[in-house]
């Protein structure tokens, strides 16, 4: 085998498991909440007619994976759901976008630009690279429904492996519970 080619299998190995260790992280996760809410008076929660993550008048597969996961953790909080007159409305919001990075080569001062003027690297490092790939956020609102208030919102951000995007459902089910795990409130029975 000749350097190059061993060189080349090093870098795509890499890579690989590089790309691999990004698609398994969780997502990053951020709350906030109305400070003065006293989330231990509502006890039952519900959706909008319409969802954010609804299209053209009609309900999506996505709306019932997140409205499924949604309900899962309420209950498990104590929380009963009413179609009728809900305390607390749930609304969703989620999409996918393409985001791409340029990550210069050493000749800009990128990670391995600490060999300049010293010694060469790898052959490969030596190109700037743009990595492309996918970002899912996901936002749950959870609202007073009487006063029509925000009470409570959380935002969850990351990669989207090609696995997620294939397995939706198991994919909401766990960035819900996650999302839903730093959730305040559990109605004082």
């Not at 006063?147 to 198991?170: F, Y």
């Amino acid at each position: 085998m000749s350097f190059k080619t061993l060189t080349a299998a090093l870098t795509l190995t890499t890579a690989l498991f590089a790309a691999g260790c990004a698609t398994n992280r969780a997502p990053e996760t951020r709350i906030d909440y109305d400070k003065s809410a006293d989330f231990s008076v509502y006890r039952t929660y519900g959706f909008p007619k319409e969802t954010g993550t609804d299209r053209g008048g009609y309900s999506t597969l996505t709306t019932s994976y997140l409205k499924s996961a949604v309900a899962t953790a309420m209950e498990a909080r104590g929380y009963k759901r009413s179609d009728d007159r809900p305390d607390l409305l749930v609304n969703f919001f989620s999409n996918t976008r393409e985001r791409t990075e340029n990550r210069p080569g050493p000749a800009f001062g990128g990670y391995y630009g600490y060999r300049r003027g010293l010694y060469s690297g790898w052959p490969l490092y030596d190109n700037d690279r743009s990595v492309t790939y996918k970002v899912g956020t996901l936002n749950i609102d959870i609202v007073d429904a009487e006063k029509k208030q925000l009470v409570w919102e959380g935002v969850a951000e990351g990669r989207v492996s090609d696995e997620q995007m294939e397995n939706p459902k198991a994919t909401i089910n766990a960035v819900v519970a996650e999302l839903m795990r730093q959730y305040p409130g559990k109605p004082n029975m």
